[in-house]
């Protein structure tokens, strides 16, 4: 039992081994079939697998389960368009292909039906193709440059219906009218031919053929210098390739434009032209402007229809001979310094007239600063008197303010000093009432009152003095004239014996007490 497993795991080893196809990447594997039909003596491949040779279906990346005893197979690399290129399959299966026909026939993208070039192209990548139904060829891509023209040729296509003309119609065999303006293209090379036609501006000098001359007419020899920029147009860009191009010369055309189209029209019009003038009058500048003029025009006028554009035709330099150049060229040399001489002439007088202006310019900007200051310093003026007189109108008004302050303050004072007289008068009014009646007092005896009023002050004096003696009958004589002191009780005996000395001391008490009651009043 164990043998038999083993013989059977091993089998199946063994069978899926070699039943296995395993296709990597970038890979493809070609299948041969070893049973089946026969091929015919005119096919190549087989069309299915009903028929034995190799197979046109391809098997791609990844695993796949055949029957070796009856499919072989070869696992082989992809084929690759790098970058920067293009690749053109080439059938090499399917029936020939008549006369003059290239292109192969497919009957779908994989299944060619005639051999020859496939039309199209494939791009950069992979592609699982078959070597043995298509071979590839790797072409670059057509590149127009800034500046060119793609001019466009059909290969194939039907042919045109009018094979004399330069140009045919779109999708006829032969050059498009139609170009292609600067950019990549991938275009197969069987079926497509693009040319770049440089429609830059190109410039040719005239004496680069030669020496450029003609006879005036007059018989001398004039030699003459000129430059031509020219360009070819782009919107005639095919119609200009297909006249002008010489397959010896490639895409460039600039020598036969120049050979065939520049050259032949500039020595055309010098010798038509210049025939017409006198060798002197190619020295003066009028004629020399007008032959420039007319020359460019010219130019101009022949080329344009012909696809090429004048951009400038210029003469750099006419020389008539020497024998007729020396005198007029002398005189025209006067006539140029006269004409110098006025131009400097008129340029002093306008360089006069120019200071005079910046003179009155500059007067006319003093005017308008001074202008300008006066009123800035006027402003000034009126903004310093507002000023002013808005002060002098505040001080004012405090003066105002002050002095009727002032006033009030004089009526104050003199209130206050009226108020200071009355009283002192009624002061004096009140003493001299005292006076008076003191005075009537000693019966309107007023050198006895003022006697009495000094014995009054006099007595405290003597009182003072006098203090040991204050019991003497001198003091009591004063004592009387004082209302302070109070009289001694005198024995009755004493008052007897003295009498009259009693009552006059009786009646100076009485004055006194009623000159101080007066007094107090």
Same mark, same amino acid.
């Given at each position: #039992? ?27 594997? /070609? ?27 391809? !098997? ?6 055949? &029957?070796?005893? @009856? ?33 192969? $026939? #497919? ?18 990548? *992979? ?27 059909? !290969?194939?296509? $039907?042919?045109? %219906?009018?094979?004399?003309?330069? !140009? ?22 069987? %079926?497509? *031919? ?35 920029? @020219? ?39 010098? $010798? ?33 229809? !012909?696809?090429?554009? /004048? ?5 750099? *330099? ?51 600063? =001074? ?16 000023? =002013?007189?808005?002060? =002098? ?22 209130? *206050? ?11 004096? %009014?009140? %003493? ?12 309107? &005896? ?5 006697? @009495?009023?000094?014995?009054?002050? #006099?007595?405290?004096?003597? $009182? ?47 004055? =006194? ?9």
């Amino acid at each position: #039992m164990f043998f038999v497993c083993l013989v059977v795991i091993f089998g199946s080893w063994m069978t899926y081994s070699m039943f296995r196809i395993d296709v990597g990447t970038g890979e493809m594997a /070609i299948l041969v079939h070893k049973v089946g039909k026969d091929l015919g003596n005119d096919d190549e491949l087989a069309s299915s697998a009903e028929y034995k040779g190799v197979q046109v279906d391809v !098997l791609t990346e990844g695993r796949h389960f055949r &029957n070796p005893f @009856f499919w072989d197979w070869e696992v082989i690399p992809q084929t690759v368009i790098p970058e920067g290129k293009l690749g053109v399959k080439v059938s090499l299966t399917g029936e020939d292909l008549g006369y003059g026909e290239f292109l192969a $026939r #497919m009957k779908d993208e994989s299944t060619p039906l005639t051999k020859g070039v496939v039309p199209g192209v494939m791009r950069p990548g *992979r592609y699982p193709i078959n070597p043995y139904v298509f071979a590839v060829e790797e072409h670059l891509p057509v590149t127009i440059d800034a500046g060119y023209k793609g001019v466009v040729t059909n !290969l194939t296509g $039907r042919m045109p %219906e009018n094979p004399n003309a330069l !140009l045919v119609a779109t999708g006829e065999r032969g050059v498009q009218p139609d170009t292609l303006d600067p950019g990549t293209y991938y275009v197969n090379p069987y %079926e497509t *031919r693009i040319n770049q036609l440089d429609c830059r501006s190109q410039r040719f000098n005239l004496s680069q053929s030669g020496e450029m001359g003609f006879p005036s007419k007059d018989g001398f020899w004039v030699r003459l210098d000129g430059i031509i920029e @020219f360009r070819v147009n782009p919107e005639k860009a095919a119609e200009v390739y297909v006249t002008y191009n010489e397959d010896t010369n490639g895409d460039q055309i600039d020598e036969e434009l120049i050979l065939k189209v520049i050259l032949p029209n500039a020595r055309s019009f010098c $010798r038509l032209q210049g025939s017409n003038s006198l060798g002197r009058d190619f020295i003066q500048g009028e004629t020399r402007t007008k032959f420039q003029e007319d020359f460019q025009e010219a130019m101009r006028t022949a080329c344009e229809p !012909l696809g090429i554009e /004048i951009i400038q035709a210029l003469i750099t *330099r006419i020389r008539p001979p020497d024998q007729i150049a020396a005198p007029v060229r002398d005189r025209e040399i006067a006539k140029q310094e006269e004409l110098q001489y006025q131009q400097q002439i008129l340029q002093q007088e306008s360089e006069q007239k120019l200071a005079v202006e910046t003179a009155l310019v500059g007067q006319k900007r003093a005017l308008v600063e =001074a202008d300008q200051k006066v009123v800035k310093l006027t402003t000034e003026a009126k903004r310093e008197q507002e000023v =002013a007189v808005t002060k =002098a109108n505040e001080q004012l008004k405090v003066a105002e303010y002050k002095l009727e302050a002032a006033k009030d303050e004089a009526a104050a004072i003199l209130a *206050r000093g009226q108020a200071e007289a009355d009283i002192i008068r009624f002061q004096n %009014e009140a %003493e001299a009432a005292g006076w008076k009646t003191a005075v009537e007092a000693f019966s309107g &005896n007023g050198m006895q009152y003022a006697q @009495f009023v000094m014995f009054e002050k #006099m007595a405290k004096a003597y $009182r003072q003095i006098m203090v040991n003696t204050a019991d003497s009958p001198i003091m009591r004589v004063f004592e009387a004239f004082d209302p302070s002191v109070t009289a001694p009780s005198v024995p009755q005996d004493s008052v007897t014996a003295d009498a009259p000395v009693d009552e006059a001391e009786t009646s100076a008490n009485e004055v =006194a007490a009623e000159a101080s009651g007066n007094s107090a009043n």
